[in-house]
C-alpha cells in the first residue's frame, strides 16, 4: 500500500514553520537600546523582533512547500512506501559515481549562506544569522531526503552525511570570514539542453572543486597573483547513459589547476559574492586525472 506523501510533507513543513530556527536556539539580545528607559525604543526592539521571526518562519515554510510540490512533480514523491537506500560512495559502480555527493554537500553549504544573508537582512546578528542559516539549510535538506525516502531514490544515509557535512563546513566558513576568504566551494556547470533537463540532479554536466585563493594570504595579496587561485575538484561522467548491454563509457575524474579569481574581479565594480559560489566554465587551466 502506498502512503501519499501530500499529508506527510503537509504535517512536517507546517512543524517547521511553526518553529523557526531561533525557536532551537538561544537568542541573543539586540543590545540595551541608547535610552535604556525608553519604553518606545524597547517595543522597537519587540517589534522588529516579532518581525525578522515571521520572516523566518514564513521562509522556511515556502522553502519546505516548494520543494514539495517539486518532489511530487518532478521525483515521484509519495508513489512508495518509506524506504532506505544504501547507495555507496564514489565507487564506479555507484548510481553517480559520486557527483551527487558532491552535490548534497553543496547545495546545504551554499543554503546555509544564502539563509544567513536573508537573515542578516533581517537584522540577525552575524552569529545569530550564521547559526539560523546553517539550521535551515540543513533542516530543508533532511526534509528532502525524508521526501525521497517515499520515492524510488529512497532515503540514503550517505547523502545525509554529505548533507551534515556541507552544513558544517558552511557554518565554519560563515563563522570565520578569514578563511572564507582563503577557500570557496563552487559548482561549475555547462548544461546540454539536448535532453531532459533537471539542475538539481544533472550530475552529468556539474563539477565540483573547492578554490584557494591567493587574495586570502597576506604574502600574496599585495601582488598580481591575488587574482588567481588554486583549484582542486572532482566529476563524474557516463552514468546518465549507461547501460550495461552496450560499452561501459563511465568515467571519475579528480582535477588540479590554476584559476581566475574571476570574483575578485567582479567584486571591483559589484559588491556581489556571487562567483564564490559558482565556477565560470573556461576559467582555469587544468590538470585531470581519470580513476
Not at 568515467?251 to 567582479?266: A, D, E, H
Request: net charge neutral; aromatic share 16%; proline share 3%.
Amino acid at each position: 500500500m502506498n502512503i501519499p506523501l501530500y499529508p506527510v510533507c503537509l504535517l512536517v513543513f507546517i512543524v517547521g514553520a511553526l518553529f523557526p530556527p531561533e525557536v532551537f536556539a538561544q537568542t541573543e539580545n539586540l543590545g540595551p537600546p541608547l535610552a535604556a528607559e525608553s519604553i518606545d525604543a524597547d517595543r522597537d526592539i519587540e517589534k522588529l523582533k516579532r518581525t525578522r521571526s515571521r520572516k523566518a518562519w514564513r521562509t522556511n515554510l515556502y522553502a519546505l512547500g516548494g520543494i514539495t510540490a517539486y518532489g511530487i512533480a518532478k521525483w515521484d514523491y509519495g508513489q512508495r512506501k518509506f524506504n532506505f537506500r544504501s547507495e555507496g560512495w564514489f565507487d564506479e559502480q555507484t548510481s553517480e559515481g559520486g557527483a551527487d555527493k558532491l552535490g548534497h554537500f553543496y547545495t546545504t553549504y551554499g543554503l546555509s549562506h544564502l539563509f544567513a544573508w536573508r537573515y542578516r537582512a533581517w537584522g540577525y546578528t552575524d552569529a545569530q544569522a550564521n547559526l539560523y542559516g546553517t539550521l535551515s539549510s540543513l533542516g530543508f535538506q533532511t526534509f528532502m531526503e525524508f521526501g525521497d525516502g517515499f520515492s524510488s531514490f529512497g532515503a540514503s544515509s550517505q547523502d545525509m552525511v554529505a548533507n551534515i557535512a556541507g552544513a558544517g563546513v558552511g557554518y565554519l566558513l560563515g563563522k570565520n570570514p578569514e578563511l572564507s576568504k582563503k577557500f570557496s566551494v563552487r559548482m561549475e556547470y555547462v548544461p546540454d539542453f539536448s535532453g531532459s533537463f533537471d539542475v538539481l540532479t544533472d550530475y552529468g554536466n556539474q563539477k565540483y572543486l573547492l578554490a584557494i585563493k591567493a587574495d586570502g594570504f597576506s604574502a600574496l595579496n599585495d601582488s598580481f597573483l591575488k587574482y588567481l587561485e588554486f583549484q582542486v575538484g572532482y566529476y563524474a561522467r557516463g552514468y546518465e547513459e549507461y547501460d550495461p548491454r552496450f560499452e561501459d563509457t563511465r568515467s571519475r575524474t579528480l582535477f588540479y589547476g590554476i584559476g581566475i579569481n574571476v570574483s575578485k574581479l567582479l567584486q571591483q565594480k559589484y559588491k556581489t559574492r556571487v562567483l564564490d559560489y559558482i565556477q565560470l566554465p573556461y576559467t582555469a587551466v587544468r590538470s585531470k586525472n581519470r580513476l
